[in-house]
């Protein structure tokens, strides 16, 4: 069976011209989620996930339909080659039904691996370099050793209660607590 999945990320905006097409490829049901493709829970994608049975092709107008990121992407298509369906974009004529569809599908994720593990080695390289001048990454602590000391002078001396002190040195109650 094959079945479409469509979606936007704003309920303005229409889902029309994605069915039209999904159902002129032959989808026999489409599921259709109005929703940010940032977020990873949609309903509807949930339950076509759901329902996949072996031999099901999933088919989307373009892959960024179904996943913001290449990642996204991986994982999904994995989920339904693991309940032995197929996937399907219309737009970058990518069908992990056939050999050369799969074939290009890997290469897209062999690219997206190479590219995640050179992003890793460049992160670390600049951070062994910062570290080499002297610098360190996070954020710059919101209290300094003096106000540190201050902090815990004031609330085992002079017994104050941590929200006032929080509220003198102008940072959350959480930190004054680590303090």
């Known amino acids: 069976m094959i079945l479409g999945y469509a979606r936007v990320s704003t309920d303005d905006q229409l889902l029309d011209a994605q069915t039209d ?12 989620d109005k929703i940010s493709g940032s977020t990873r829970k949609r309903p509807q994608l949930d339950q076509l996930l759901d329902q996949l049975r072996p031999g099901d092709v999933i088919v989307v107008t373009k ?29 970058e004529d990518i069908d992990t039904t056939t050999p050369a569809g799969r074939l290009i599908f890997h290469v897209f994720a062999s690219i997206a691996q190479f590219e ?42 002079d017994g104050r209660r ?18």
């Not at 890793?120 to 610098?135: F, I, M």
């Not at 929200?163 to 940072?171: N, P, Y």
């Open 21 to 32: 097409a999904l159902e002129a490829a032959g989808a026999e049901r489409v599921f259709a």
């Open 63 to 91: 892959y960024d339909r179904l996943a913001r990121s290449l990642r996204d992407l991986l994982d999904i298509v994995e989920t339904i080659q693991e309940r032995s369906g197929g996937f399907r974009s219309l737009a």
């Open 116 to 157: 995640r593990e050179r992003i890793s080695e460049r992160t670390k390289e600049g951070l062994e370099a910062a570290k080499k001048r002297g610098r360190f990454g996070g954020r710059p602590p919101a209290l300094s050793p003096a106000q540190r000391a201050e902090v815990r002078r004031m609330r085992d001396e």
């Open 162 to 179: 941590l929200s006032e002190i929080a509220s003198l040195f102008k940072v959350s109650v959480k930190t004054v607590r680590r303090a």
